[in-house]
């Protein structure tokens, strides 16, 4: 939990000087960002998910949980069973390979 909690405290820094926009959280470099989730450790990076656009699975990578680099989409509907879409979920390790959960 403890992860978890500064995760959602430092998450991202990304700097603007747009009074409306928060200085200190995870951004998308287009259109929006929610449900940040399945936060894990992992070859010595902290990688991030999070629901995007809004029916696929965003991810992010960080060596200090300050600086995030985005990656492409890391889960999309591509089967009949997700075509409403990829929701919220977890990553876990199963036999030292990520694995990801989701709704």
């Known amino acids: 939990m403890l992860l978890f909690t500064s995760l959602i405290i430092v998450f991202g820094a990304v700097r603007t000087d747009d009074p409306l926009r928060p ?6 470099v287009k259109n929006w960002l929610n449900d940040p989730n399945g936060p894990v450790y992992y070859n010595g990076y902290y990688h991030m998910f999070f ?3 809004p029916n696929a699975a965003g991810h992010c990578y960080s060596k200090d949980m300050v600086h995030w ?3 492409p989409i890391a889960l999309a509907p591509d089967q009949s ?22 709704t």
């Open 69 to 71: 680099i985005h990656l």
């Open 23 to 28: 200085q200190y959280h995870l951004m998308p």
């Open 51 to 53: 629901q995007y656009n």
């Open 81 to 102: 069973y997700d075509i409403n879409g990829i929701f919220t979920g977890s990553t876990t390790i199963v036999d030292g390979i990520p694995t990801i959960i989701y």
